[in-house]
């Protein structure tokens, strides 16, 4: 029982907006398999009282004041972005549906 | 063919609904919620930018402290526990409004979670529970070109604006509230509204609904009467006004009754509600896109909020709007009946500034809830609304106070500046409304009294004086109630030698 199947792979190719062929799908659903076994592994060494952890640093509450620094101009803003039109970023239309 | 929708009544006699509601609020702090950049509303398109809220490359976020602290407020005020250690998580979805390709938000670990509130509808109590408070930042704006209506159907392509994208978010999530039918849009409505008044009595948020700062989606389902099973529901997005809150509630009300009773299916969707035309129409249905992959914010440490500091935040608190109806009814020594006729007749804040500008607690009720409260009643205006305020009811009150009007005058100072007839010296003088207290006309009048009941004055003096009573009854009559009934007495009984 692989740990992802085809499908799941397929799904989150899709929801990342990833065009992956009959090919590539075949190719890359073991191999993603693999990797997840492989770091699967930590878990097994992870007794009860280790808890999961999401950061390598164990620090909390790093916050800033709440105050103002300087922003971007709309020009450097806007440097980046493949078109702009009226001070906004131009994006193709993506989703058919409202926001 | 079946109507579109059931009639109200039709709809809430075979269903009950039940109701969940999400209300997004903007945070009044000066910097966003990850980055210094300023929040103000209605600035030039990106002029409201960095790195950071650009997800540009190697941008890192920081957490700005006011932020969290107006999150454990709102927390608290919502009567929440708040959370010892939580995080932020990572929100994937691809649409351009975030350019970072997710929002931080949280996810499992909200910072406040497990509370509730009350409101109060038609004199009614009513619990709702609180799911959670969480913190997320708003995303930017987006303008459709190309299609018809400006909506993204049939756009040929969008324009963003990033100054919104980034700025502090709460969102707080009820549990599914369930209440007498009749009651569900009104409650839902009264939800909101208490919500702003909190939020501006924390000043943690402008609460502009017109401008955003207070959004709200409004979940529906019904389940047919005496069923357990909770029906398919809806998520009405857009609806930003109170009123078009309690609207849009029945709206889907009806709609999903006639579905159901026509034998099809609520489709679990987004529905987006119109106030031109006071309906919702169908967004989108659940899909792929909803799987939102969220993971922990490798980019932000934990947030664990010491208790110290939590504490030194609660004795911040303003009131609880519940603890203020009972302290105020102890210290204006109302009953319960009393009370809830004040809170019934939306009274309480004319009350509250009227007793302090140094009225009795109990007139300042008789004329809220008598006089003005009718006016009000007749003209479909609300209280506040009337042109007749705190300060014009403390002026008539202290003239009854001091002699000068007696009640039934006062009724008639309220008539006139209700009218608009000018200022209460103006009324007094142009309805003549003046009280008799000058002692030679006071004196005329008893003597007149006294001449036209003989058989009293016999009683009087054959040992009983509880029959002047009568005789302080034809003075008033004599004066069309102008007299000062205090003076009439004083005099009448010396005149007797009572
Ligand atoms: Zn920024």
């Known amino acids: ?53 999401s950061h390598a640093l164990p620090i909390t509450n790093v916050m800033r004041e709440d105050v103002n620094v300087p922003c971007l101009t709309p020009e450097q803003a806007l440097s980046g972005a493949p078109a702009a039109e009226e001070q906004r970023f131009r994006v193709p239309r993506i989703l058919d549906e409202e926001a | ?52 809220c650009l997800g540009l490359p190697g941008a890192l976020p920081v957490v700005n402290a006011r932020a969290v602290e107006s999150a454990i407020k709102i927390g608290l005020a919502l009567n929440c526990e708040i959370a010892e250690w939580c995080r932020f998580a990572r929100k994937n979805y691809f649409y351009p409004d975030m350019p970072k390709n997710f929002q931080t938000s949280q996810y499992d670990e909200p910072i ?29 704006k987006s303008t459709h070109v190309g299609g018809a209506t400006g909506r993204i159907h049939g756009a040929s392509h969008s324009l963003v604006d990033y100054n919104r994208a980034g700025i502090p978010l709460i969102e707080i999530v009820t549990k599914t509230i369930e209440v007498a039918p009749d009651k569900a849009a009104a409650v ?71 579905v159901l009773a026509s034998g099809g299916k609520v489709l679990q969707e987004t529905r987006h509600w119109h ?58 020594g109302f009953t319960d009946l009393e009370m809830r006729d004040v809170i019934n007749g939306n009274a309480l804040e004319p009350i509250v500034k009227t007793v302090e500008l140094g009225v009795s607690p109990a007139a300042a009720k008789k004329w809220w809830l008598g006089e003005l409260a009718r006016a009000a009643n007749e003209s479909g205006k609300d209280l506040a609304d ?22 039934k005058l006062a009724r008639q100072v309220f008539d006139g500046l209700l009218k608009g007839e000018g200022s209460i010296d103006e009324i007094i003088e142009s309805r003549g409304l003046a009280l008799v207290s000058d002692d030679s006309a006071l004196i005329e009048a008893i003597d007149r009294a006294i001449a036209a009941n003989p058989d009293v004055v016999e009683k009087v003096n054959s040992g009983k004086p509880a029959a002047a009573g009568a005789l302080i009854g034809a003075v008033m009559k004599d004066l069309r109630g102008q007299g000062d009934a205090a003076k009439v007495r004083e005099l009448l009984n010396a005149k007797l030698g009572i």
């Open chain 2, 188 to 258: 839902a409505r009264a939800y909101v509204s208490m919500l702003r008044d909190l939020l501006l009595a924390l000043d943690v948020s402008d609460v502009r609904m017109d401008q955003g700062s207070l959004r709200c989606d409004a979940n529906v389902s019904l389940k047919p009467r005496g069923s357990k099973v909770l029906g398919t529901r809806t998520e009405t997005k857009n609806v930003n006004s109170f009123r078009s809150v309690e609207r849009a509630v029945t709206y889907e009300i009806t709609r999903q009754a006639a």
């Open chain 2, 386 to 407: 009337l042109g007749v305020g705190p300060v014009d009811v403390s002026n008539v009150q202290q003239r009854v106070d001091k002699g000068e009007l007696n009640d």
């Open chain 2, 275 to 332: 106030e031109d035309t006071g309906v919702t129409t169908s967004g989108r249905e659940k899909s792929d896109a909803d799987d939102y992959r969220y993971f922990p914010e490798p980019d932000l440490v934990p947030v664990a909020p010491s208790r110290e500091w939590v504490e030194e935040l609660r004795a911040t608190l303003p009131e609880a709007p519940s603890t203020r109806r009972v302290r105020l009814q102890e210290e204006w």
């Open chain 1, 1 to 53: 029982m692989p740990s992802i199947t085809r499908e799941e792979v397929a799904h989150l190719a899709r929801l990342a907006r990833i065009e992956l062929s009959d090919e590539e799908l075949d190719h890359l659903a073991p191999q993603l398999d693999q990797i997840i076994a492989l770091v699967g592994q930590v878990s097994e060494v992870a007794a009860d009282d280790i808890p999961p952890t």
């Open chain 2, 112 to 140: 406040a979670f497990n509370g509730w509130t009350e409101v109060v509808v038609d004199g009614e109590t009513y619990r709702i529970e609180i799911e959670r408070a969480h913190m997320e930042e708003d995303t930017g």
């Open chain 2, 1 to 52: 063919m079946t109507a579109e929708v059931f009639a109200i009544e039709d709809a809430l006699a075979q269903y009950d609904p039940v109701l969940g509601l999400e209300v997004h609020v903007e945070l009044n702090t000066k910097s966003k919620m990850f980055c210094g950049c300023p929040t103000e509303f209605g600035a030039p398109p990106n002029t409201q930018t960095c790195p950071v």
